[in-house]
């Protein structure tokens, strides 16, 4: 037996998850990744194959409003702003895809963080 690998659990969780949940025009899928120190966040429509919106830690209105903060308040200004994105271009509704991770930390703060801007899971 192989040896116990972290991200092969990750990914296994992930395509079990994915086996049901599909992004759609009225419904696209909000996905998150969350790397050692970044969190991404896009929002795709999966019968397209098209990125509607994306944010991620990285982004430079991210990365100042972040300076000294710890990771789940980063997450949380992530949420924001993939929410406030989305809403610029009309999605009001998600399906919330959190990529095998568990729904803790900082996956739950970005997920609360994009309720709160007023999307629907």
């Known amino acids: 037996m192989a040896k116990f690998n972290r991200k092969i659990s990750r990914v296994r969780r992930h395509t079990r998850i994915r086996k049901t949940l599909q992004g759609t025009e009225a419904r ?3 996905s998150v990744f969350r790397s050692l120190t970044n969190v991404y966040a896009q929002i795709i429509d999966d019968t397209k194959g098209v990125t509607l919106v ?3 830690s990285l982004d430079e209105e991210v990365k100042k409003a ?3 903060k710890k990771k789940t308040d980063v997450s949380k200004l992530v949420g924001a ?3 406030k994105r989305a809403k610029e271009k009309g999605v009001t509704m998600v399906a919330f895809d959190r990529g095998g991770f ?3 930390g900082r996956v739950k703060a970005l997920a ?3 309720r709160e801007q007023g999307l629907k899971f």
Do not use: Q, T
């Open 28 to 30: 696209p899928r909000l």
């Open 54 to 56: 994306a944010a991620s």
């Open 66 to 68: 972040a300076e000294g």
């Open 81 to 83: 702003l993939v929410a």
């Open 102 to 104: 568990k729904y803790h």
């Open 112 to 114: 609360e963080a994009v």
